[in-house]
């Protein structure tokens, strides 16, 4: 009896121990912010669009009052630095995620991808790229558009955000919900409403 029991204790233990030697191990996590201090630059495509270049501004803008970090925003240059959001298509998001095929992105899609140091928020033209960075800061970060008049920035000093490699591009080709606050400008762009 006493050995059926000893037995059957190294059997379960010996279950447990395979099952934590199979898991997967733990992804890494790329650090934006570390106590109010800005980990990454924002770096923007030198042809981007006016929509695209909107969407580093408002990343930049909407991280620092998120973190209390003030993120240093560049047009794309030769020298790219190690830690960096990159948005929008162009030759620096090639050059550092050469798998994505940007020129087979439909006009709403998205794309949110971590490699390394890097995060690429990106899409297709002419809004995927806004779209990228709003989806990013409202599923990453915690932010909500509720209303033209109500938003929600949650406040962290240390923002941290899992490996992405997210494509997405919506079912519905025409998103268009016919209520009050669907009719400002900023509130439609911020949650994917394309009716113009």
Same mark, same amino acid.
Request: proline share 7%; glycine share 6%.
């Given at each position: 009896?006493?050995? &059926?029991?000893?037995?059957?204790?190294?059997?379960?233990?010996?279950?447990?121990?395979?099952?934590?030697?199979?898991?997967?191990?733990?992804? !890494?996590?790329?650090?934006? !912010?570390?106590?109010?201090?800005?980990? *990454? @630059?924002?770096?923007?495509? !030198?042809?981007?669009?006016?929509?695209?270049?909107?969407?580093?501004?408002?990343? @930049?803008? &909407?991280?620092?009052?998120?973190?209390?970090? *003030?993120?240093?925003? $560049? &047009?794309?240059? #030769?020298?790219?630095? $190690?830690?960096?959001?990159?948005?929008?298509?162009?030759?620096?998001? $090639?050059?550092?995620?050469?798998? +994505?095929?940007?020129?087979?992105?439909?006009?709403?899609?998205?794309?949110?991808? *971590? %490699?390394?140091?890097?995060?690429?928020?990106?899409?297709?033209? =002419?809004?995927?790229?806004?779209?990228?960075?709003?989806?990013?800061? #409202?599923? #990453?970060?915690?932010?909500?558009?509720?209303? =033209?008049?109500?938003?929600?920035?949650?406040?962290? &000093?240390?923002? $941290?955000?899992?490996?992405?490699? +997210?494509?997405?591009? @919506?079912?519905?080709?025409?998103?268009?919900?016919?209520?009050?606050?669907?009719?400002?400008?900023?509130? %439609?762009?911020?949650?994917?409403?394309?009716?113009?």
């Amino acid at each position: 009896m006493e050995l &059926t029991i000893n037995t059957t204790i190294v059997n379960y233990a010996f279950i447990v121990l395979l099952c934590f030697a199979v898991l997967p191990p733990a992804k !890494a996590s790329l650090s934006i !912010a570390t106590h109010g201090k800005a980990n *990454v @630059s924002i770096v923007s495509q !030198a042809n981007a669009t006016t929509s695209e270049r909107r969407a580093a501004e408002e990343l @930049s803008h &909407t991280l620092e009052k998120i973190t209390g970090a *003030v993120f240093e925003t $560049k &047009t794309n240059q #030769q020298e790219v630095p $190690k830690h960096a959001i990159i948005v929008g298509p162009g030759d620096t998001a $090639k050059k550092f995620f050469p798998e +994505v095929p940007f020129d087979q992105l439909g006009p709403d899609e998205i794309v949110m991808k *971590v %490699k390394g140091d890097m995060l690429l928020l990106a899409g297709g033209r =002419p809004r995927g790229t806004t779209y990228a960075v709003n989806r990013f800061l #409202q599923e #990453q970060c915690g932010v909500r558009w509720w209303t =033209p008049w109500t938003t929600n920035i949650p406040q962290k &000093t240390t923002l $941290k955000i899992p490996q992405l490699n +997210v494509r997405y591009a @919506s079912p519905f080709e025409y998103r268009a919900p016919f209520w009050y606050p669907a009719f400002e400008q900023k509130w %439609k762009v911020h949650n994917e409403s394309n009716d113009q």
